[in-house]
């Protein structure tokens, strides 16, 4: 009782929860109270019916705080929440490949004329150049199924990395594939070595531009402490699945929530974020984004009908998630996948005829950058 229901602590609100006037989001806000009570939210007053409340109150900043104060003549009961506001939001998709190691040991090798020449960025340059997609490649350091390591990458391909630094970025994702959930009880300090080691590498044979922070990291587990080290690093956006986490192709869905892979999420927030798909965590300064679509999981025929279904779910944005695995592209990896490119291509496809821009999620708040204008 006495609070307010609506929303909840970290609600990324836009166009979509209210009516938006020059800028100016009029957010309804609503609760319950005492029957009896006097309710006003940021001293407007309230809407009684019963023991529920509601109030239109303008959301103008960033981050606003929102107070619901009850007064009757036990006294004043008050509940505060903080939201934060995607101003000018519009529809955009994120598209970031985790556990890239096979694409540079082969450069490391080979010694391509030109990065383009290596049949996987060729093929991310082609989704470039025919959609506009924008990638984020996550790094490993080591590659486990080749020994190699990033050290051994040339700076010869610096300028034509820069070149491409506008759609093609990387970033720090592990040190290696193996062992699994290499950072769930992981120290803080091992997490910001790992971290600084792989983009201290990318700047060096690809330029500062080439480098962005990421918004997932390898098993989605890391303790708050080694999560306060990332984003003193720039880290704002975190995606995970976070509840009834599938670890493998062949895994069944579970029956029972289970909260797993998920940055050490407690419940509540997995089952709103399994609802509602973006949190905001005041505590920690981080986005958190459920997973909208792995590629490698999913069949070309599956993938436009889930994806229908991540649109119909996406009541209060317009965010689509795209992720996939770099090893399925591989045909050395023992679970290749012959038909990855085109569950790439599908899901890019689809995005673009559905109206969805190619951004940074780990840019502005989640690729929109209003607020830096």
Not at 67 to 95: P, Q
Not at 282 to 306: R, T
Request: with cysteine; aromatic share 14%.
């Amino acid at each position: 009782m006495n609070q307010i229901t609506s929303l909840r602590n970290g609600t990324i609100v836009n166009k979509f929860y209210g009516k938006v006037t020059d800028g100016v989001l009029a957010l309804p806000v609503s609760g319950v109270a005492d029957e009896d009570a006097a309710v006003t939210v940021n001293g407007v007053e309230a809407q009684r019916l019963g023991a529920h409340f509601t109030a239109v109150i303008p959301v103008s900043e960033k981050i606003t705080e929102i107070t619901m104060t009850a007064e009757n003549t036990l006294g004043k009961v008050t509940h505060s929440i903080k939201v934060l506001y995607d101003k000018d939001s519009f529809k955009r998709y994120n598209f970031l490949i985790d556990d890239n190691s096979f694409f540079w040991t082969e450069i490391v090798k080979t010694k391509p004329r030109s990065l383009f020449d290596q049949f996987y960025l060729k093929f991310l340059k082609k989704m470039h150049d025919e959609y506009g997609t924008k990638f984020t490649l996550n790094l490993f350091f080591r590659n486990d199924h080749e020994f190699c390591e990033l050290s051994s990458m040339p700076d010869t391909y610096k300028g034509e990395f820069a070149d491409n630094a506008d759609w093609l970025k990387m970033s720090w994702h592990a040190y290696s594939e193996f062992p699994d959930r290499p950072y769930q009880n992981a120290t803080a300090e091992k997490v910001a070595a790992d971290y600084d080691l792989i983009k201290g590498e990318i700047c060096r044979f690809a330029g500062e531009s080439s480098f962005i922070p990421p918004v997932a990291a390898h098993w989605s587990m890391i303790r708050p402490d080694g999560m306060e080290e990332l984003v003193k690093r720039g880290v704002r956006v975190m995606t995970s699945q976070f509840i009834n986490p599938k670890t493998s192709l062949t895994e069944k869905q579970k029956a029972a929530h289970l909260c797993d892979i998920g940055f050490f999420q407690n419940l509540r927030e997995c089952l709103y974020l399994e609802q509602e798909q973006i949190l905001y965590s005041f505590a920690q300064s981080v986005i958190y984004l459920h997973g909208m679509l792995i590629c490698n999981y999913w069949k070309p025929e599956d993938i436009v009908p889930k994806l229908n279904e991540v649109k119909a779910a996406s009541l209060h944005h317009e965010l689509l998630s795209l992720e996939t695995h770099e090893q399925y592209t591989f045909p050395s990896y023992f679970n290749y996948l012959p038909d990855h490119t085109e569950r790439m291509e599908t899901a890019i496809r689809w995005a673009t005829e559905e109206g969805y821009a190619p951004v940074f999620f780990a840019e502005g708040i989640l690729g929109n950058t209003a607020w830096e204008k």
